[in-house]
């Protein structure tokens, strides 16, 4: 609720904007800025999809996921579920991607994601694909380092100060006792 899919599809249609003005000032000959948005459900894709088309309407903006097959030839933006595009992955070619937007980022470290940075070449330091991750959750239960493939941390909020300023409702918790016994379990 803190407008993490808003601020990346405002990024998606800034650098589509900064792209076309360099190709019309013949500082670029590749045609299209191509950004891979990876989500890992269904919800988030959809959310996703509908915010980068909220921004750029004209934009050619696919969806691979399911039954959902993107057109990497056609769209300069795809919102892919990551289980999807994984199995998919031979259709897309490395230097097609110019930016890779992970949503939900600490998931960034799983196999699958790190498979699908490395068939872009985003899974070392050197890449030339930039790789943003957006997250809430900032700290692995399992304690993994998100280092292993994000830099650095460019902007943190906390959740406490986004209540303060009114960017998220205050929480209210419940207590529930029960009677249940757990003893034999």
Known sequence: GSGKTVIFANLIYELNKMHDEKLKANL???K??????????????FQALEKIKNFNPNGNI??????????PERSNTIVASVMSLHRRLDKYKPE???LIIVD???HIIGKTYM???????????????????FSATLERADKRALS???????YCKDVLIMIEE????????TNVIISANFDDM
Not at 148 to 154: K, N, Y
Not at 166 to 173: A, D, I, K, T
């Open 32 to 45: 299209t800025f191509n950004t891979l948005v990876l989500v890992h459900r269904r919800e988030l894709a």
């Open 28 to 30: 670029t000959t590749k």
């Open 62 to 71: 696919d969806l691979e996921m399911g039954r959902e097959h993107a057109n």
């Open 96 to 98: 097609d991607i110019d």
């Open 115 to 133: 498979s699908i940075l490395k068939h872009f070449n985003a899974d070392v330091p050197e890449t030339k694909v930039p790789v943003i991750g």
């Open 104 to 106: 939900e980022a600490h």
């Open 166 to 173: 009114e960017w998220l409702c205050e929480g209210r918790f």
């Open 148 to 154: 292993i493939a994000l830099d650095e941390i460019v």
